[in-house]
């Protein structure tokens, strides 16, 4: 008996090393994909960070200037907290409503009607969901029209256009469908029966979230938070349309030194700042998420045989 353990360990291994290799040559073209169309370009992009700009032209040269003259602009600070509050606020709010139509789809209905129509949205143009919500909270648009109808406004309010709640409520409605898909595909992960066994122990629905839904999810949960919120921030179709001076983003700033002044060299190192702050903001949800005891740290778990 002992003799056919000793043989089995082999088999396990060229078994795991076919694996592996099988793992690496699908994974082989996706990879090479993303170095070549997005690792490359952005070490080009991040060479371009030192060099300067005269005249619409780019000369080789290595200096810090403009990641100095970035971080000295009070425009810049003004523009990227308004992109972090905009992308956080935004973000945060889109989770907190993405999390119950996704339990509801994981664990509640059998039916996919509900995420067949979510992903019905998709079909419409980007710049359609925004000229529709231009309409809805203009002057002259539907919100307006019912506040003076009910008698609640005497003249039209201007503040919902132009303003921090247009680009929020626009980003909101535009990125919830890609939070609804990144929390149901976090949440198939977690078994109903731990919810179920929660229950059972005396755990209220809000207790069996917090204290097994949470923590198992929490990878999934972070990562639809921070890829919302590294979209939103980094938008800049929106905010040009909606935002007026009060809504501008990050990546309207970097949009228009690629655009409009033609000094490529600074507006790639406002990306790569940009960059920085949505490493520490992240950085900083995963500390206030294990102090908070919603992200538990796991432990490696053991090999078989080992």
């Not at 606020?89 to 339990?103: E, K, Q």
Request: with cysteine; proline share 4%.
């Amino acid at each position: 008996m002992r003799r056919f353990k000793v043989l089995e360990r082999p088999l396990r291994v060229q078994k795991d090393a076919r694996r592996s290799n099988m793992g690496g040559l699908l994974a082989a073209p996706a990879v090479l994909y993303m170095v070549v169309f997005f690792v490359v370009p952005s070490l080009i992009l991040f060479v371009y960070s030192f060099w300067t700009a005269a005249s619409y032209r780019i000369v080789p040269d290595f200096v810090f200037s403009n990641y100095l003259n970035s971080l000295m602009s009070p425009l810049f600070w003004t523009v990227t907290i308004n992109a972090i509050l905009i992308g956080l606020v935004t973000a945060s709010i889109t989770l907190i409503l993405a999390i119950p139509v996704g339990y509801y789809l994981v664990y509640v209905s059998r039916s996919q009607v509900i995420l067949y129509l979510i992903l019905i949205t998709w079909f419409s143009s980007y710049l359609v969901r925004i000229y529709a919500w231009r309409t809805l909270l203009g002057t002259s648009g539907v919100l307006n029209t019912i506040l003076l109808q009910a008698g609640i406004v005497d003249t039209p309010v201007g503040v919902f256009l132009f303003s921090r709640f247009a680009v929020a409520i626009t980003l909101i409605h535009i990125y919830l469908p890609f939070c609804i898909l990144l929390v149901v595909s976090s949440l198939s992960e977690i078994k109903k029966d731990l919810v179920d066994a929660a229950r059972d122990l005396g755990a209220s629905p809000l207790g069996a979230f917090f204290r097994v839904i949470a923590p198992n999810a929490a990878n999934g949960l972070v990562g639809a938070f921070m890829l919302t919120f590294v979209m939103v921030a980094g938008d800049y179709v929106t905010p040009q349309m909606l935002g007026g001076s009060s809504g501008q983003t990050t990546g309207l700033l970097i949009a228009d030194q690629f655009r409009k002044t033609g000094n490529w060299p600074l507006g790639a190192a406002q990306a790569f700042l940009m960059f920085l702050v949505s490493i520490a903001i992240y950085f900083a949800v995963m500390g206030l998420g294990r102090a908070t005891g919603l992200i538990v740290k796991r432990r490696p778990a053991k090999k078989a045989g080992a």
